[in-house]
């Protein structure tokens, strides 16, 4: 089955600075991978997605990049802020039949003030 | 919408003790997760429903978990006896099979259980 691996587990950043994830997978055939934001005490919430059939994707201060060859995929986030501490998971999948996500351990991401 | 709801919030059982977590996915979602997150580590799926068939249980723990979605909708997780080790948030997701929102998961809140 898929095994993901994500790195780091913990990543400190002064506010302002970028903070980068990066996660890899083993199954080649996944083609979904989704990055979810779960914050102390609350549900993971999903912020950004890309698919195999792209690069790379952003939104506002958030970005994903993918390496098919390499199997791995990164999360970036810019000009961090207080409000972004959580702790951030990818996941990885092959759509289409049963959607079954492998998660990674998580990255608890702390932002300074 | 109204997400997925999931009671009760926080659970304190002995260990050999039985419990019971509810799940309501969001209205016309077919597709029903039940995850258990130990803390520091991503969710990991015990069991997936497809309606009110089984998918995937390959990670249920079988002896002592079980879980139903009889109707289709509301799902049961049941936990007997518990052990220490069970101690986690238990996170019910739900997924729509519409075209667009194919593959977007939403989560509860979750259950968070504590084995003592």
């Known amino acids: 089955g898929e095994n993901v691996e994500q790195h780091p587990s913990t990543l400190s950043v002064q506010e302002g600075d970028s903070a980068v994830i990066k996660c890899t997978y083993s199954?080649?055939?996944?083609?979904?991978f989704p990055w979810y934001k779960q914050e102390l005490g609350k549900r993971p919430q999903l912020i950004i997605d890309?698919?195999?059939?792209?690069g790379e994707k952003k939104d506002q201060r958030i970005a994903v990049t993918l390496n098919k060859t390499a199997k791995h995929f990164s999360l970036h986030i810019t000009e961090t802020q207080p409000e972004d501490s959580a702790v951030y998971f990818c996941a990885a999948s092959k759509t289409g039949g049963s959607y079954i996500p492998t998660f990674g351990r998580g990255t608890s991401l702390i932002v300074h003030p | 919408e109204a997400g997925v709801a999931q009671s009760p919030r926080y659970k304190i059982i002995e260990k050999r003790q039985s419990v019971a977590f509810w799940c309501n996915p969001i209205?016309?979602?077919?597709?029903l997760y039940w995850y258990q997150q130990i803390l520091g580590q991503g969710p990991k799926l015990l069991i997936q429903f497809q309606n009110n068939g089984v998918v995937d249980d390959s990670q249920l723990p079988k002896d002592r978990f079980s879980a139903e979605r009889l109707k289709g909708v509301d799902s049961t997780l049941k936990i007997q006896p518990a052990k220490l080790e069970d101690s986690a948030v238990y996170l019910c997701a739900s997924r729509s099979s519409g075209t667009l929102a194919k593959n977007i998961q939403y989560f509860g809140a979750g259950t968070r259980l504590s084995v003592l």
């Open positions: 199954d080649s055939a996944s083609n979904y």
């Open positions: 890309i698919r195999s059939n792209v």
């Open positions: 209205s016309g979602h077919a597709t």
